[in-house]
């Protein structure tokens, strides 16, 4: 092996790394929040909904957890503007990560809900409580704490996959990536740089949820 | 032009056996050397421990597809040919095995501490130890979230078409280019994967409840 690594080239390039970085980050929160709210509607309607929205929120489920997201962003980016959609690479990318994880963020959050022993329930009754002051005071919040480890996993799993969308060059860590590449032809370098920069977000974003967990959800629930 | 017919239809449905094939060596390799780093992460020899997770740790903590283009980048750097099948088929076992290594050390971790002491006191080697006592009972616990984990793995070869590798992802994609169908092409994509996906995953739900109901009595 007489080959010479050459990281000046990539170095040089920090502005362009920082700006991939901020918009994978940024990706993935926004499509981490709105998932959130489709996945809080989607518990909601799968444990409360008729039973025709429950079908139908269940196809959802299975249909994305089933079908790989590149495939899924595909669909999006190339079928959808059939219907005359018209939007960015960003858009697309952005709406395929929120319906993803959206159909896994339903079931944990489903998962978290259904662990709401029953009584906690009729005892919220008793006090009197609105339907949606006891969704959201008797149920939810005791089933975000239980369910707080398996999502944020979920976030790190999102913003790892986001790579993906480096396919329809959504300007994100890996786009930027591929665009250094066709520039400098120092490949190898190239990505094992941007994979150092993945692993550090992935330990930082981890570490930072354990803080949170410290800092606000350790509050005791049982006696 | 060409329309979206009967044999583009058959092109994408016949490269499912590329993915199938990708699969089945990403799994098996992925099974050997995950069984492997889980052993070495519930070991007792401090160093072995500490490798072991460092693997889990780079490979659970990095984007598959970075691992696939360092792999498919990398070799011809260090002077080795290398074809998509070979680039693939490596990331994509590696990245098993992290995974389904994780999912077993808490298998592993989850037999009952007693059974380790129990053939500690009848003097069993640590291959004995594991052979006949420890493993086939973290097996039980072990088959349903990893049949879990092989759909996982069936939707990260789609992957490999990025790098040019021929399964059914790419056959959409070649198919997409000539015919500009995009909602038929990558309709049908979806559906195989669906197709082959789903069956898995209801085998895997339905043997976590038996095992829930075993576990319940």
Redesign the interface.
């Known amino acids: ?1 007489n ?1 010479q690594f050459q990281f000046d080239a990539v170095f040089a390039a920090w502005p362009l790394l920082l700006k991939g970085t901020w918009i994978t980050v940024q990706l993935s929160l926004t499509a981490t929040v709105l998932g959130l709210v489709v996945a809080v509607l989607g518990a909601w309607g799968k444990t409360s909904g008729p039973a025709w929205l429950r079908v139908l929120i269940q196809a959802y489920i ?2 994305i ?8 962003l ?2 999006f980016f ?2 959808l ?2 219907f005359g959609l018209r939007w960015s690479p960003y858009q697309a990318a952005l709406t395929a990560m929120v319906v993803n994880l959206g159909a896994y963020a339903t079931e944990i959050i489903r998962a978290g809900i259904e662990s709401i022993p029953k009584g906690q329930i009729e005892a919220g009754r008793a006090l009197n409580l609105k339907g949606w002051e006891i969704f959201r005071f008797v149920i939810l919040k005791p089933a975000l704490k239980a369910i707080y480890p398996a999502l944020t996993s979920q976030f ?1 799993l999102l913003m ?5 969308v ?2 329809i060059s959504a300007d994100d860590l ?1 786009s930027v ?1 591929a665009t250094l590449q066709s520039q400098t032809f120092r ?2 370098e190239i ?2 740089v ?2 150092a920069i ?2 550090g977000l ?2 930082a974003f981890s570490a930072l949820f354990k803080l949170v967990h410290r800092q606000f959800l350790n509050y005791p629930d049982k006696r | 032009m060409r329309t979206f017919g009967w044999p583009e239809f058959l092109f994408i449905v016949e490269a499912a056996k590329w993915t199938l094939a990708l699969s089945a060596i990403a799994f098996v390799g992925g099974v050997v050397l995950g069984l492997l780093v889980a052993l070495a992460r519930t070991a007792e020899h401090r160093g072995a421990q500490f490798a072991a997770t460092g693997f889990i740790q780079v490979f659970q903590g990095t984007p598959l597809l970075l691992q696939l283009f360092l792999i498919f980048f990398g070799f011809p750097v260090l002077g080795l040919d290398i074809n998509p099948w070979v680039a693939a088929g490596i990331a994509l076992t590696l990245n098993t095995a992290a995974f389904l290594a994780e999912i077993w050390r808490g298998c592993i971790q989850a037999v009952p501490g007693g059974q380790r002491e129990a053939s500690l006191a009848l003097n069993l080697s640590y291959v004995d130890r594991m052979r006949f006592v420890i493993l086939p009972q973290a097996f039980k616990i072990a088959l349903p979230p990893t049949v879990g984990y092989l759909v996982q793995v069936i939707k990260g070869t789609s992957l490999a078409a990025i790098i040019g590798f021929a399964e059914v992802t790419r056959a959409g994609q070649i198919i997409n280019n000539a015919t500009f169908q995009p909602l038929h092409v990558f309709t049908t994509v979806a559906a195989v994967y669906f197709v082959i996906c789903w069956p898995l995953s209801l085998l895997a739900a339905r043997m976590e409840k038996r095992r829930a109901a075993a576990l319940a009595r």
């Open positions: 092996m080959y299975e249909l957890r089933n079908t790989p997201f590149l495939v899924q595909f669909f190339f079928a503007p059939v790190i790892l996959t986001s790579a993906v480096s396919v890996t990536a490949s190898f990505y094992i941007v994979t993945y692993l992935a330990l």
